[in-house]
């Protein structure tokens, strides 16, 4: 299994364009999360979905949009790029189960927008 | 809302040394707490995941600990290596039936050879 696959690994966008990070994961996982990680912040939640056609926000969700068509994919789409979405996006997803939800990781894809 | 603080921000110590790396959490209603590993420029991975009932989970060098009561977790590292210098984040759901995890700001470890 590949895990949680996300692209691009980095990106640089001028403010106002706009882009889609995509992810991906093989495990069947019916949970799926967008997060951000900013230097001495920590990681915080942007959306996340139960299942394909569910999504729903986290704690930052301003300036992004989800979709999730399918199991396997939930790409995060932004527009109108703005300097303060500069972090670095991690995708992740999980099982659902009553007592665990033990979260897996892909590698990120760090963004800098000038 | 969860709040979950993450004590010391960063720690160094000798190689061949016994830590412990401490984690509060402020909603105690939770099914389980999850440490993971991240290092610098990558993605985070999954060191342990505690169920409330288990208080305490192992893997190798690592053991953790979760007391619910107290809203307190330790990730204690035994005998540590060079290799084990990373930075350490513990994650808790938001609260009962709560999915969603709430991050710590990590502790920096440092192990000197």
């Known amino acids: 299994n590949a895990g949680v696959t996300q692209t691009p690994k980095f990106r640089i966008l001028k403010i106002g364009q706009s882009m889609t990070l995509q992810c991906t994961q093989d495990?069947?996982?019916?949970?799926m999360y967008w997060y951000r990680q900013d230097p001495g912040m920590g990681l915080k939640l942007i959306y996340y979905?139960?299942?394909?056609?569910?999504?729903d926000k986290g704690e930052v969700p301003n300036g992004y949009n989800v979709s999730r068509s399918t199991t396997e994919d939930f790409p995060l789409r932004l527009e109108l790029a703005a300097p303060s979405q500069t972090s670095v996006y991690f995708c992740?997803?999980?099982?659902?189960?009553?007592?665990?939800?033990?979260?897996?990781f892909g590698p990120g894809t760090r963004l800098t927008v000038t | 809302k969860q709040e979950v603080t993450q004590i010391p921000a960063a720690l160094s110590v000798p190689e061949g040394e016994n830590l412990v790396l401490n984690c509060s959490f402020t909603?105690?209603?939770?099914?389980?707490l999850q440490w993971f590993r991240q290092d610098p420029g990558k993605g985070l991975t999954s060191l342990l995941l505690i169920q409330s009932s288990q208080r305490e989970q192992t893997s190798g060098r690592l053991n953790a600990s979760l007391d619910k009561s107290s809203g307190r977790s330790t990730l204690y590292i035994a005998a540590s290596q060079p290799g084990d210098s990373a930075t350490y984040l513990c994650a808790a759901p938001g609260g009962a039936g709560s999915y969603q995890l709430t991050f710590g700001k990590g502790t920096k470890l440092s192990v000197i050879p």
């Open positions: 979905s139960v299942g394909a056609g569910i999504t």
């Open positions: 909603d105690s209603a939770i099914y389980n």
């Open positions: 992740a997803s999980s099982y659902s189960s009553t007592y665990s939800y033990e979260q897996y």
């Open positions: 495990m069947n996982h019916n949970y």
